[in-house]
């Protein structure tokens, strides 16, 4: 287990220093160009309809991103909005690196996000005339956020469980204030965040048995990916709960000479991944789990109907797990009961 967390965080930290590194050289190229750099860039976009990188633009497919768009005269831009609201310029962390191409900053300003916003200005800072996503419904604000996070993690928002239940992209994350040291969310901690509607999964982290969570090790977010995924219950990875568990616990894929059914079919059947008052995150303790199904077996299944209940040997310790121990599927020829 712990070569395997080590090789875990190896992948995380290589992932990391080449994003990091990808974001540099980007904001080299962008910074070593001539200064109309990003204007050329951004007629290119237009008239390609593509982004820097070669990729189809986010958002020209529903045309509700403003970036590319030719600037229309409703348009005030950046320059004018800050005369008025300064603070704002400064809050905008990765949204406001105008050098980087596909940012709001480097299409229409703050306009990108907030609309036209001429007549606002024109007004006097009128705010019947400009958009506030706090006052938008939650799928016009979505909307706006997915012209530009539409792809990789992002693909699935639309109709996820999220998405259905009236979620928006601001329900999570703040583009002026947020709290979170990553990822710019309304709250401090994914626990914080998350426990605002999931009280009862975030609970079960202090029971005994629990996934290191509350240790830091995971996230709710390596296993569950908030923006919409393929697998049930917003499950990063794979097609099936066991797929999402075999992503780490790799050796309890098998295959198997002997399957056990009920692993086969679903982890969670015998574990909650978010945490039990039983060890080993199993939802009832041994030997009980294995009553659940086991009654009638070639020895007693049952510890009661043996007559030296006291001495039983399927009630300490490991329970069943005592003498069957490969319980989740057996690769040994004469492993049909698990023993080996
Ligand atoms: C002449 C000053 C002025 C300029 C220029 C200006 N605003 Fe405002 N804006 C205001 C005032 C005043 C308010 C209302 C008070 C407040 O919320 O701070 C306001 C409010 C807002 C609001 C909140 C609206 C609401 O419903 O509460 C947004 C969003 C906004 N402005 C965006 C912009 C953008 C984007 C620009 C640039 C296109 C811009 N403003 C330019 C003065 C200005
Ligand atoms: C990435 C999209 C985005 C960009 C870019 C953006 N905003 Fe906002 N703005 C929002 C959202 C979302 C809110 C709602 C509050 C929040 O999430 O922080 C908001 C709220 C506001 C408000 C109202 C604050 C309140 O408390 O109600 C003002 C004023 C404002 N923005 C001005 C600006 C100005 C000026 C710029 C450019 C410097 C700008 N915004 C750029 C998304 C954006
Ligand atoms: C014009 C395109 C565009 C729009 C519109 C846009 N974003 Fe972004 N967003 C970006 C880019 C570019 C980044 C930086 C990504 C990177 O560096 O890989 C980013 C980064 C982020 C991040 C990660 C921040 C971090 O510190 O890791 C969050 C969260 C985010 N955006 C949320 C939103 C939300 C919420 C909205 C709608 C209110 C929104 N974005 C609208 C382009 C956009
Ligand atoms: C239920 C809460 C929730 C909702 C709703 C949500 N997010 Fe997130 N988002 C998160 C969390 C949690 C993270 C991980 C933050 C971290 O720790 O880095 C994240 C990460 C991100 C990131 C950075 C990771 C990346 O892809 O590069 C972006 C961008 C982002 N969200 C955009 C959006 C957009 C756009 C929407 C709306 C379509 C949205 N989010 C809706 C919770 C949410
Ligand atoms: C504002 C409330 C809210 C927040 C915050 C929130 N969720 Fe949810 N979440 C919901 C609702 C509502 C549902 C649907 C519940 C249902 O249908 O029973 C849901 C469902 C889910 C599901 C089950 C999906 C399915 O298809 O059954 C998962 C997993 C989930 N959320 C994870 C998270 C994680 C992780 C976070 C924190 C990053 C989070 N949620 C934050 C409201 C929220
Ligand atoms: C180790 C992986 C893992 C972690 C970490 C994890 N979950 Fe889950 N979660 C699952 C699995 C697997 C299911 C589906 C269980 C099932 O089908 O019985 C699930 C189901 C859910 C559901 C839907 C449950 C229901 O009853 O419909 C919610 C909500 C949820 N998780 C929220 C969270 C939150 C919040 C966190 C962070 C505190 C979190 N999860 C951390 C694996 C995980
Ligand atoms: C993102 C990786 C990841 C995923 C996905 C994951 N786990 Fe874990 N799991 C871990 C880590 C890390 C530990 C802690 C290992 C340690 O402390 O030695 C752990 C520990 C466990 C333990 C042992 C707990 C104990 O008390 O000894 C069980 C049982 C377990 N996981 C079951 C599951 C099940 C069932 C699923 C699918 C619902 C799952 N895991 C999904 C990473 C993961
Ligand atoms: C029939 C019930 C059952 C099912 C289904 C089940 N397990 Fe287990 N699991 C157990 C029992 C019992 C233990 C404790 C074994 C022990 O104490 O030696 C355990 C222990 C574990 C452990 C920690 C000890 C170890 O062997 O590493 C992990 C991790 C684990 N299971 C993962 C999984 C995964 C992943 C799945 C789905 C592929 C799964 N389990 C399905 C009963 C089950
Ligand atoms: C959700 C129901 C369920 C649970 C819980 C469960 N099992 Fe099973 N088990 C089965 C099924 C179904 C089979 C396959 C029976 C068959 O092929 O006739 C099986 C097969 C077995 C076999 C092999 C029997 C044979 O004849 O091939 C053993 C041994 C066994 N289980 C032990 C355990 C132990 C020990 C536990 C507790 C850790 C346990 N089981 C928990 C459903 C379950
Ligand atoms: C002292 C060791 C031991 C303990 C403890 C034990 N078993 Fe067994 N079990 C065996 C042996 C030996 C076999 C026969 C294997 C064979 O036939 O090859 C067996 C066979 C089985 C079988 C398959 C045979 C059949 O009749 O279907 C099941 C199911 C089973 N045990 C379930 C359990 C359950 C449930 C528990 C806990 C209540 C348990 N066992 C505790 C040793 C043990």
């Not at 049930?232 to 992503?247: A, I, M």
Request: with cysteine.
């Amino acid at each position: 287990m712990p070569n395997r967390l080590a090789t875990f965080s190896l992948a995380l930290a290589t992932v990391l220093a080449s994003a990091w590194l990808w974001m540099l050289s980007g904001a080299a190229a962008a910074a070593a160009g001539p200064p109309e750099y990003r204007q050329e860039v951004r007629e290119r976009l237009a008239i390609l309809g593509g982004s820097a990188d070669g990729q189809p633009l986010r958002g020209s497919e529903n045309g509700s991103s403003a970036v590319g768009q030719t600037p229309s005269k409703d348009y005030a831009g950046a320059d004018s909005c800050v005369v008025c609201h300064e603070e704002k310029k400064n809050q905008l962390g990765p949204h406001g690196r105008a050098a980087d191409p596909r940012t709001p900053m480097a299409g229409q300003g703050c306009e990108t996000c907030h609309g036209p916003g001429k007549a606002h200005v024109d007004a006097g800072g009128d705010v019947s005339l400009i958009k506030n996503p706090k006052n938008l419904s939650t799928r016009e604000v979505s909307a706006t956020c997915t012209s530009c996070h539409n792809r990789g993690e992002h693909t699935f928002w639309e109709g996820s469980t999220h998405d259905r239940r009236q979620l928006t992209c601001t329900t999570c994350h703040s583009a002026h204030a947020p709290e979170s040291v990553s990822g710019r969310l309304v709250k401090a901690t994914q626990l914080e965040l998350c426990s605002k509607c999931h009280r009862d999964k975030v609970a079960k982290l202090d029971r005994s048995g629990h996934m290191p969570v509350r240790e830091g090790k995971l996230q709710c977010s390596n296993c569950h990916n908030m923006h919409g995924s393929q697998n049930v219950r917003l499950l990063r990875v794979g097609y099936s709960v066991n797929e999402s568990c075999t992503s780490c616990h790799a050796e309890k894929r098998g295959p198997f000479l002997w399957e056990h059914a009920p692993v086969r079919e679903n982890c969670a059947t015998c574990h909650d991944p978010h945490g039990t008052a039983n060890e080993r995150l199993l939802v009832a303790k041994l030997p009980f789990l294995c009553q659940r199904c086991h009654a009638h077996t070639r020895h007693p299944a049952t510890v009661y109907d043996s007559a030296v209940f006291q001495s039983s040997n399927r009630v300490y310790g490991r329970g069943c797990v005592n003498c069957h121990s490969a319980i989740h599927g057996s690769v040994h020829p004469a492993g049909m009961a698990f023993q080996r």
